[in-house]
C-alpha cells in the first residue's frame, strides 16, 4: 500500500507525449519506445532531437514523442535522417523503423547510410511481420512462420531465407556500433536500454552510424497471447537472430568502459 | 524494503505482462472493462508484500504503471 513515507523510483519519462498509443495490448513497440524516451531524458537531449518516423506500426511515433519529428516515406528514413543531421550536426537525429520498413523496402537506405557512416542513430524494431498491413510475411519472417501471405508456412525454396540486417550491416566498414538485442523479459529490456543509451552517446561524440535491432513482439499477427509472443521470441527467435554486439568501433568500447 | 505501485487504468491494455512477471503475485486482472474496452491490471497487495522491484513498469508496453519505494532510514551516525 502506498504510504506517505514513500518516494517515487520509476514514472512515466518525460519524453512520453500523454497521448495514449494505438498499439495491440502486450506489443513491445511500447516497451521501445519508453526506452527511447527514458534515454532521451537520461541524456537530456531532449530539446536537440530531431525523430524520423517510417511507416508501419511505429507511423504515429510522432504523437507518442515529445520532441521534434518528421515522417519519412516507406523505407526512406535513414535516407531523411542523413539531410537532417547534415543540415543540422548539432541535434541529436534518430529513425525508428520496423523490419518491413528496415530491411524491405527501405534495405538500400540503410545499406548506405551505414557505409557512408552518418553520424545517426536508428531504433529497428524486429518482430518478423507486416504488422500495421494485416501480418504478411516479411524478410525476417522466421522459416516455416504462417503468415496472412505465406499460409502454409515461410518455404525458404520458393521465399528465400530471413535477412539477419545486423550482421549483414555489422561488415560494413562506415558502421560504429551495431548491436541485437531483445524485449522479452525484464533483463533483456534493461540490456535493451543500455544499447539505445550508448547508439544516441555514439551519436552525441560524432563516433558514426549506430543501430540497436531489437527483437520485438507481434502477439495479435503471431496469433498468440501477450506472454506467448515473449515466450515466442525467446526460444524461436533468438536462436535464428542471435543477440549480441556485431560491430563495436573502438572509440565506442571506450564509451562504455 | 517496502514499495508499492500505481497503475494508470486509463492507459492499461490488460495485457497481463506485468501479472506474470511479478515474483510476488500482487497483480491482477480485473473482471471488468474499462472505457476503452480493456481489462486493467490491479494493484492488490493487502499484506503489503510489494518490494518495488520495478519488474512490472520495466515490462509495462504503456508506460502505466509508477512505482513507488520506502524511503530508505537515515543511518545512524557514531559520535
Same mark, same amino acid.
Not at chain 2, 29 to 55: E, K, S, V
Given at each position: 500500500?502506498?504510504?506517505?513515507?514513500?518516494?517515487?523510483?520509476?514514472?512515466?519519462?518525460?519524453?512520453?507525449?500523454?497521448?495514449?498509443?494505438?498499439?495491440?495490448?502486450?506489443?513491445?513497440?511500447?516497451?521501445?519506445?519508453?526506452?527511447?524516451?527514458?534515454?532521451?531524458?537520461?541524456?537530456?537531449?531532449?530539446?536537440?532531437?530531431?525523430?524520423?518516423?517510417?511507416?508501419?506500426?511505429?507511423?504515429?511515433?510522432?504523437?507518442?514523442?515529445?520532441?521534434?519529428?518528421?515522417?519519412?516515406?516507406?523505407?526512406?528514413?535513414?535516407?531523411?535522417?542523413?539531410?537532417?543531421?547534415?543540415?543540422?550536426?548539432?541535434?541529436?537525429?534518430?529513425?525508428?523503423?520496423?523490419?518491413?520498413?528496415?530491411?524491405?523496402?527501405?534495405?538500400?537506405?540503410?545499406?548506405?547510410?551505414?557505409?557512408?557512416? /552518418?553520424?545517426?542513430?536508428?531504433?529497428?524494431?524486429?518482430?518478423?511481420?507486416?504488422?500495421?498491413?494485416?501480418?504478411?510475411?516479411?524478410?525476417?519472417?522466421?522459416?516455416?512462420?504462417?503468415?496472412?501471405?505465406?499460409?502454409?508456412?515461410?518455404?525458404?525454396?520458393?521465399?528465400?531465407?530471413?535477412?539477419?540486417?545486423?550482421?549483414?550491416?555489422?561488415?560494413?566498414?562506415?558502421?560504429?556500433?551495431?548491436?541485437?538485442?531483445?524485449?522479452?523479459?525484464?533483463?533483456?529490456?534493461?540490456?535493451?536500454?543500455?544499447?539505445?543509451?550508448?547508439?544516441?552517446?555514439?551519436?552525441?561524440?560524432?563516433?558514426?552510424?549506430?543501430?540497436?535491432?531489437?527483437?520485438?513482439?507481434?502477439?495479435?499477427?503471431?496469433?498468440?497471447?501477450?506472454?506467448?509472443?515473449?515466450?515466442?521470441?525467446? /526460444?524461436?527467435?533468438?536462436?535464428?537472430?542471435?543477440?549480441?554486439?556485431?560491430?563495436?568501433?573502438?572509440?565506442?568500447?571506450?564509451?562504455?568502459? | 524494503?517496502?514499495?508499492?505501485?500505481?497503475?494508470?487504468?486509463?492507459?492499461?491494455?490488460?495485457?497481463?505482462?506485468?501479472?506474470?512477471?511479478?515474483?510476488?503475485?500482487?497483480?491482477?486482472?480485473?473482471?471488468?472493462?474499462?472505457?476503452?474496452?480493456?481489462?486493467?491490471?490491479?494493484?492488490?497487495?493487502?499484506?503489503?508484500?510489494?518490494?518495488?522491484?520495478?519488474?512490472?513498469?520495466?515490462?509495462?508496453?504503456?508506460?502505466?504503471?509508477?512505482?513507488?519505494?520506502?524511503?530508505?532510514?537515515?543511518?545512524?551516525?557514531?559520535?
Amino acid at each position: 500500500m502506498l504510504t506517505d513515507s514513500m518516494r517515487t523510483v520509476y514514472e512515466r519519462p518525460l519524453t512520453l507525449t500523454p497521448a495514449l498509443t494505438h498499439y495491440c495490448p502486450g506489443c513491445t513497440h511500447g516497451v521501445i519506445h519508453r526506452l527511447v524516451a527514458e534515454v532521451l531524458d537520461e541524456l537530456n537531449v531532449r530539446e536537440q532531437t530531431i525523430g524520423v518516423a517510417s511507416v508501419g506500426c511505429s507511423v504515429f511515433a510522432y504523437n507518442y514523442f515529445d520532441c521534434d519529428f518528421c515522417e519519412a516515406a516507406h523505407g526512406r528514413a535513414p535516407a531523411m535522417a542523413t539531410g537532417v543531421k547534415r543540415v543540422h550536426p548539432d541535434k541529436i537525429v534518430f529513425t525508428y523503423q520496423g523490419d518491413g520498413d528496415l530491411a524491405s523496402i527501405g534495405a538500400a537506405e540503410i545499406i548506405h547510410a551505414a557505409t557512408r557512416g /552518418e553520424n545517426i542513430t536508428v531504433i529497428f524494431v524486429n518482430n518478423g511481420v507486416y504488422g500495421m498491413t494485416g501480418g504478411q510475411m516479411a524478410p525476417t519472417t522466421l522459416p516455416g512462420m504462417k503468415t496472412t501471405s505465406s499460409q502454409g508456412g515461410r518455404d525458404v525454396e520458393t521465399m528465400g531465407y530471413p535477412i539477419r540486417m545486423s550482421e549483414l550491416l555489422a561488415t560494413l566498414d562506415g558502421a560504429s556500433y551495431i548491436v541485437r538485442r531483445s524485449a522479452h523479459d525484464p533483463g533483456h529490456i534493461n540490456q535493451t536500454k543500455k544499447a539505445i543509451k550508448t547508439a544516441f552517446q555514439t551519436q552525441q561524440r560524432q563516433m558514426g552510424f549506430a543501430l540497436v535491432e531489437i527483437l520485438s513482439s507481434c502477439p495479435v499477427n503471431w496469433n498468440m497471447t501477450p506472454v506467448d509472443a515473449l515466450c515466442h521470441i525467446k /526460444e524461436k527467435m533468438i536462436p535464428y537472430f542471435p543477440l549480441g554486439d556485431f560491430k563495436v568501433a573502438e572509440s565506442v568500447k571506450l564509451l562504455k568502459g | 524494503m517496502r514499495g508499492a505501485i500505481r497503475i494508470d487504468e486509463n492507459r492499461c491494455k490488460g495485457c497481463e505482462l506485468c501479472a506474470v512477471v511479478c515474483p510476488k503475485q500482487v497483480i491482477e486482472i480485473a473482471d471488468y472493462f474499462t472505457a476503452r474496452g480493456y481489462r486493467p491490471a490491479l494493484y492488490n497487495d493487502p499484506q503489503q508484500r510489494c518490494t518495488g522491484c520495478l519488474l512490472c513498469a520495466t515490462i509495462c508496453p504503456d508506460a502505466a504503471i509508477t512505482v513507488y519505494r520506502e524511503a530508505r532510514a537515515e543511518r545512524a551516525v557514531s559520535v
